[in-house]
């Protein structure tokens, strides 16, 4: 199934509005690079160790500059890859073992595929909930795993782990995007 990703974050977003999200350099991260290796050089017959001809590829065919810096961080451990994506699933369509189409600019005149094919390994229910003073609650199949009022949070720890595996920085960035009620999937592979 074709999984489209931004390569920009919403202009309405405070913090992060119009910046690179790099979640292309963030997911390759995620994805042992043989498989990178072997998908670009049969898609695009491109080395993907060639960062110049990997660069040319991406700046031509999908209008991005790739931060290969970032992605040096993700691989030794300074930045976390992304390793999954949370999703609205109206028809019940991820399950696991689903194969992910990994897409940046979907059903544009510049669609492209940055990453091979690849099952997903996991899904889980995810959910935000928040009350009219603005205490908040994640759930993740169905357990409350964070909670946060204008005075505690409860499991900081659990919640920047998440937001980091959703290719976010920082945790106000995370928060600011599911910023209201939304109930989903945690694509995971």
Known sequence: M????????????ARIGGRPTHFVEKIWA????EKLVEFFARAYNVSFADREAMSLLFREAAHLELNWELYDECLSGSRCPKGHTI???????WEEG?????????RKPIQFRFAPVIPVARVQKIAFYYT?????????DNQLRYCRNVDVAVNSCFVELLAKNDGFDELEDFLSW?????SGKLIWW
Not at 6 to 13: H, P
Not at 30 to 33: M, R, T, V, W
Request: without cysteine; charged residues 25%.
């Open 30 to 33: 995620s994805i042992p690079e």
């Open 178 to 182: 599911f910023n209201t009620d939304f």
């Open 98 to 106: 689903a194969p992910i189409h990994f897409f940046i600019n979907l």
């Open 132 to 140: 009219h003073d603005r205490t908040m609650g994640i759930f993740i």
């Open 2 to 13: 074709n999984l489209p990703f931004s390569t920009q974050f919403s202009k309405d977003l």
């Open 87 to 93: 999703r609205e699933d109206k028809n019940q369509r």
